[in-house]
């Protein structure tokens, strides 16, 4: 499965983006996402097999934590869409202050 197919799921995203904010445990990603515990185990699964999470074991329980690495591919990728979207707001940005300045 690539970055991509991984990414398109929505409760994986959400995962990542909570595990962006800090480490956590699957109970403290259950408390924060209104699904199971073997759903949110089987997302973790995914990312951590796309390299996208790592877990490390504290005591008795998986401390999960976003990689940074794989993301890169998505960047690179979306680079392209960034510099389209700020050209865009660049020349809005200059449509609204050339009509304040015939104000």
């Known amino acids: 499965m690539t970055v991509f197919e991984v990414l398109a799921e929505p409760r994986r995203r959400e995962i990542l983006d909570l595990l962006c904010e800090r480490e956590r445990t699957v109970g403290e990603i259950v408390d924060r996402i209104p699904i199971s515990q073997p759903a949110v185990s089987k997302h973790l699964r995914v990312l951590r097999d796309a ?29 392209p869409y960034r510099r389209l979207w700020a050209d865009r707001l660049d020349a809005l940005e200059r449509h609204l202050e050339g009509g304040r300045k015939k104000r």
């Open 51 to 79: 390299h996208l999470v790592n877990a490390r074991v504290d005591a008795q329980r998986r401390v999960y934590a976003v990689r940074a690495e794989p993301l890169a591919e998505v960047a690179a990728w979306l680079e």
